[in-house]
C-alpha cells in the first residue's frame, strides 16, 4: 500500500511538472508573426512623441533609444504643464521631475524629486547604463546630472508660475479626473528586432507636498518591461497605481494568458474593488503591449487616450473605462 501511494504521489508531482514546464514554455515562447516595430504612448501628446520615437524605430534601431527620443519631446515642451520644463510646481512652487526607463535586459534607471534638469528621462538613462544602481533622487540625482553634463535651468515658466500663484489662493488639493494635474507620457516599444523597451517621465501631481513621488518613477509601478512577455506603464494619480504594483501586475496577467487589454482591464478593477470609497474621484490608465505587438489599454474613468504608430497605423485612441 505504501509502495503504491509513492507511485501515485510520483506520478502526480511528475505531472505538475510537465504542466508546468509546458506552460513555462508557452509563456517564454516568441511569437511567429509579431506586429513590429510599433509604438504606444499615453494621451494626446504622444502623437508628437511616438513620431519622435519613429525615427529610431523605423531605422531598425532599439525600443530602449526609441522610447528615449519620444518622451524627450514632450519634456521639452515648455506648453505641456505635466512633464519637463513648463511642469506645474509643487506646491511650495518648485518643479520636480521623476522618470524611468527599462530595456530588453531587464536593466533600469530612475530618478526622482530632480530639479532644475529638464530631461529626467535621459538623467535616468545614465543611472541605468552609467551607475550600478537603478534609483537616484533629489539633490544626488541633480549632481550626478551635472556631473553628466547635463545643463542646469530654471524649470518654471511664466505660464506655471501664473497658474501656481492663481492656485495660492485657495490652496485646494484634490485630483481632477482627466486635468492635467496628475499626469505623464508613458511610453512602450517594439522594435524591429521583436524586442521591448519603455520609459515614463512626469512632472508628477500638482501642488503636490515638497518631496512627494509617484509611480512614474517606480520600476513595476508606473512601468515594467519583461521581454519574454510584454510591457505596461501607467497614468493617473499614481498613489493608487503603487498600491497594486500596477505595471508588474499587469505584464504577469499576460504572462498568464491574458491580453494585453484584459490585463490592463483586471488591474483597473482592482482598484476599484479594493478603494471603493476612493476610485470616483480620481483617474487611473494603464496601457499595455505584449511581445506579439498586441496592445490594449484601460482606465477608471472616461477620457483616457493613448496614441499608436506601426507601419500600417497612426492614431491616437480612446481607451475603454470602468462600467462601459
Not at 4 to 20: D, E, H, M, N
Not at 91 to 96: I, K, L, S, Y
Not at 173 to 194: C, Q, S
Not at 229 to 251: D, N, P, Q, R, W
Request: hydrophobic content about 35%; aromatic content about 8%; overall charge negative.
Amino acid at each position: 500500500m505504501a509502495n503504491r501511494r509513492k507511485f501515485l504521489k510520483s506520478s502526480i508531482y511528475s505531472g505538475l511538472a510537465v504542466t508546468t514546464a509546458s506552460l513555462s514554455s508557452m509563456a517564454c515562447e516568441a511569437p511567429k508573426d509579431p506586429k513590429k516595430p510599433i509604438v504606444i504612448s499615453t494621451w494626446n501628446h504622444g502623437m508628437e512623441a511616438n513620431a519622435g520615437a519613429w525615427e529610431v524605430l523605423s531605422k531598425k534601431g532599439r525600443a530602449v533609444d526609441a522610447v528615449e527620443k519620444g518622451v524627450r519631446i514632450t519634456e521639452d515642451d515648455p506648453n505641456n504643464a505635466t512633464v519637463g520644463i513648463g511642469g506645474f510646481p509643487d506646491r511650495d512652487g518648485v518643479v520636480t521631475l521623476d522618470a524611468c526607463i527599462m530595456d530588453e535586459f531587464e536593466n533600469c534607471g530612475s530618478v526622482a524629486f530632480l530639479q532644475n534638469i529638464k530631461n529626467p528621462i535621459s538623467v535616468a538613462r545614465k543611472v541605468m547604463d552609467d551607475t550600478p544602481h537603478v534609483m537616484l533622487v533629489g539633490e544626488g540625482a541633480r549632481r550626478f546630472a551635472v556631473e553628466k553634463g547635463f545643463k542646469e535651468e530654471n524649470l518654471l515658466t511664466e505660464k506655471s508660475e501664473k497658474a501656481w500663484k492663481n492656485w495660492l489662493k485657495n490652496q485646494d488639493y484634490k485630483p481632477k479626473i482627466n486635468v492635467e494635474n496628475h499626469d505623464t507620457i508613458g511610453m512602450v516599444a517594439l522594435d524591429d528586432m521583436g524586442n521591448l523597451s519603455g520609459a515614463c517621465t512626469t512632472s508628477g501631481a500638482a501642488w503636490k507636498m515638497h518631496g512627494r513621488v509617484g509611480d512614474s518613477p517606480i520600476i513595476g509601478a508606473g512601468l515594467y518591461v519583461d521581454n519574454e512577455v510584454g510591457a505596461c506603464t501607467a497614468t493617473g494619480l499614481g498613489e493608487f497605481v503603487i498600491k497594486i504594483c500596477g505595471a508588474h501586475m499587469i505584464v504577469e496577467l499576460m504572462r498568464q494568458g491574458l491580453s494585453p487589454s484584459e490585463a490592463c482591464k483586471q488591474a483597473v478593477e482592482r482598484i476599484v474593488r479594493k478603494y471603493p470609497n476612493d476610485y470616483k474621484d480620481l483617474q487611473v490608465g494603464f496601457l499595455a503591449l505584449s511581445k506579439s505587438g498586441e496592445y490594449g489599454a484601460y482606465s477608471i474613468h472616461k477620457g483616457f487616450n493613448f496614441a499608436v504608430k506601426s507601419n500600417d497605423q497612426e492614431e491616437l485612441i480612446d481607451a475603454p473605462y470602468y462600467g462601459s
